[in-house]
Nanobody
Framework: QVQLEEIGGGLVQPGGSLGLSCVASGRIFSGYAMGWYRQAPGKQRELVATIANGGNTNYADSVKGRFTISRSRDNAKITVYLQMNSLKPEDTAVYYC??????????WGQGTQVTVSS
């Protein structure tokens, strides 16, 4: 089992910045990628950014150049960060941390609300 703890989120004005963190613990040695997804009201969950074990990153077109995903690791946990700059109202959503343990097994965090509004 893998446990995910999401930290961050909240209310920010358009053009502002916000950071999210996700701490993965447990059977993390089996994982090969982590990332962030988001779901806005009435919409499907969508990929925001992912980072693979080798460090390769992938971003949704809508956040390229504004969001940055990074990772740190020690023996007990992996922490994935999402730095969000130049936020727009359309970035408003519940953001979910994702841990891919294999091609058929993945874990999700509980979600954290990000609201971009003046």
């Amino acid at each position: 089992q893998v446990q995910l703890e999401e930290i961050g989120g909240g209310l920010v004005q358009p053009g502002g910045s916000l950071g999210l963190s996700c701490v993965a613990s447990g059977r993390i040695f089996s994982g090969y990628a982590m990332g962030w997804y988001r779901q806005a009201p009435g919409k499907q969950r969508e990929l925001v950014a992912t980072i693979a074990n080798g460090g390769n990153t992938n971003y949704a077109d809508s956040v390229k150049g504004r969001f940055t995903i990074s990772r740190s690791r020690d023996n007990a946990k992996i922490t994935v960060y999402l730095q969000m700059n130049s936020l727009k109202p359309e970035d408003t959503a519940v953001y979910y941390c994702n841990f891919k343990a294999s091609s058929v097994a993945e874990y999700w965090g509980q979600g954290t609300q990000v609201t971009v509004s003046s």
